[in-house]
């Protein structure tokens, strides 16, 4: 059970009603497997590492759909019998999900050395993004450069 109630939040925010259902996924959440690392590459890149160890390529996917992305490992079973001493290396099934910010597309994705890298880039269309408006001073109507002048 959660310690706090976010849903006057819900009520008195516009917009917001999204980031309180993702503080109330986190708070839920358990620690993860396998461990990762967000970095931010530049303004608009991004890059997600995630260690697998014992991992093979052919047992790990991929899935981009709308504004998630799924990594799923499933180990395949070995057929030779181990008797371990020691098993530090979890190599276990797993399934990690990423909520994606809206314009954010997958580029490329590599395996090396088990290590997962998967580039993210934010590619925001010209009709969305930002643009000034500029108020005009009763019958003439001013540019944005032609306000700036004066």
Not at 85 to 108: C, M, P, S
């Amino acid at each position: 059970m959660r310690p706090f109630d976010l849903t006057p939040l819900y009520r008195s925010a516009i917009g917001f009603d999204r980031l309180a259902h993702l503080i109330e996924q986190r708070a839920d959440a358990q620690p993860s497997y396998p461990p990762y690392n967000i970095e931010l590459v530049s303004e608009d890149k991004y890059r997600i590492v995630m260690a697998l160890a014992g991992f093979e390529r052919s047992e790990v996917d991929i899935v981009s759909e709308r504004d998630a992305l799924h990594v799923t490992g499933r180990k395949q079973k070995d057929e030779q019998q181990r008797t371990y001493l020691h098993r530090g290396i979890a190599a276990r099934d797993f399934e990690q999900r990423f909520q994606l910010a809206n314009h954010v597309k997958v580029t490329t994705a590599s395996f090396d050395n088990g290590m997962l890298t998967i580039e993210l880039v934010r590619e925001v269309p010209e009709a969305l993004k930002p643009r000034k408006i500029v108020i005009d001073g009763g019958d003439t109507v001013q540019t944005l450069e032609q306000r700036q002048a004066a």
